[in-house]
């Protein structure tokens, strides 16, 4: 929310952000849930999510289910990507089921968004080297 700070100056107040507890939801109502989120925060007649919007939704829908959302997240604003297709976001969802933490069975050559080759070129080039 807004609030006034000592100067009456009005600025937004720091909030962490919303827990949902979706422990209880199996697979496949989970996948609608997640898949969901992204529609229903769609603006207008757009058909993709800002990059701010991702970046703040995405942690709350996906909650502890993806072993790579902290990385995802770090990677997004380096990507050049300002928006996410539906198709991305669905994706990182079947990526973070797939896919193990090494990366070792991540198959070049499937049908991934570039966005997601991108990440786990960022991954091996990065992150899994320093590890």
Request: a negative charge.
């Amino acid at each position: 929310g807004v609030v006034p700070d000592g100067d009456g100056v009005l600025s937004h107040a720091t909030l962490p952000l919303p827990k949902l507890d979706l422990g209880f939801m199996e697979k496949r109502q989970f996948r609608d849930f997640y898949r969901f989120a992204f529609r229903f925060n769609l603006e207008g007649t757009m058909k993709t999510l800002a990059m701010d919007d991702v970046l703040t939704l995405l942690p709350m829908a996906i909650h502890d289910r993806s072993k790579f959302l902290d990385d995802f997240i770090q990677f997004l604003p380096q990507s050049g990507t300002t928006r996410v297709s539906a198709d991305q976001w669905n994706s990182f969802l079947e990526f973070s089921r797939d896919v193990s933490e090494d990366l070792q069975d991540y198959d070049d050559a499937a049908a991934w968004p570039v966005l997601l080759d991108e990440f786990v070129d960022w991954l091996r080039n990065g992150k899994l080297k320093k590890d």
